[in-house]
């Protein structure tokens, strides 16, 4: 994919998990499950690929996988910390001026994702882009862990402005209501920005860390794609995603 952008790609882990301690290593098909991200995120072909890892464990099967490692503090609060820790460490000199972060627990992420979250940087006004998917199962309406976004786009539009991000079902009325996808895109100058900013109010009280950007009065742009990928966040997701990889329940 050409772009003006000069990007690369990290891809942020570490084994403290509370809900499924140890994933990145968690076994899919033979291989942790930090080997198939990289695999995903290899096959966009946006750039060099680089895991940014809270543990030496997470570089030493990185690194038997024939991928690029980078081991940052274990005591960071947000994955964009971490990649931010990385980038300063793999290009001192600003060679790289967008940073596409991809989560380390979408094993089966369709790598068309990055490209359509980087094509978005092409607009100038834009700092961050990041994608969201129609809910079709009612059910995640009202489960707190799909976060919802809330944009402003035209009807039949690609893309649009995010205006929040919240837990709870919104916006109210008919109309759909959108998955949002955890894929970012940076400008390097916006990522660099955003770690500078304090936690505001609204981002500790919906746990949702991408409101420090909407609260600092930085420009998310979402794009909409289909569906969201498979997040292993659970030992019933751990499940699915074994067996959609081939590996058996």
Request: proline share 9%; with cysteine.
């Amino acid at each position: 994919m050409a772009t003006s952008h000069n990007p690369v790609v990290l891809i942020p882990a570490r084994l403290s998990s509370k809900r499924l301690p140890g994933k990145p290593l968690a076994d899919i098909a033979g291989e942790p499950m930090i080997v198939h991200v990289l695999r995903r995120a290899r096959d966009a072909a946006l750039g060099p690929v680089w895991v940014a890892c809270g543990d030496a464990a997470i570089a030493e099967a990185v690194t038997a996988a024939g991928g690029q490692a980078v081991l940052t503090s274990p005591d960071h609060p947000s994955g964009s910390d971490r990649i931010f820790e990385a980038l300063q460490r793999i290009d001192p000199d600003g060679a790289f001026g967008a940073v596409i972060n991809i989560q380390g627990d979408q094993p089966a992420l369709d790598a068309a994702l990055p490209r359509a979250a980087l094509a978005l940087l092409e607009d100038p006004e834009v700092d961050i882009a990041t994608l969201a998917s129609p809910i079709a199962d009612e059910a995640e309406r009202d489960d707190p862990n799909v976060v919802k976004a809330v944009v402003s786009a035209a009807p039949g539009a690609g893309s649009g402005r995010a205006l929040y991000f919240t837990r709870a079902a919104a916006p109210a009325g008919p109309g759909p209501l959108y998955h949002h996808i955890g894929l970012y895109a940076f400008r390097r100058a916006a990522l660099e920005r955003f770690v500078a900013l304090a936690p505001g109010p609204l981002e500790r009280r919906e746990r949702l860390e991408q409101l420090r950007a909407l609260e600092a009065g930085m420009r998310i742009e979402v794009g909409f794609v289909d569906t969201a990928p498979l997040a292993v966040d659970t030992p019933a997701d751990l499940r699915r995603a074994r067996e959609l990889l081939g590996a058996g329940a």
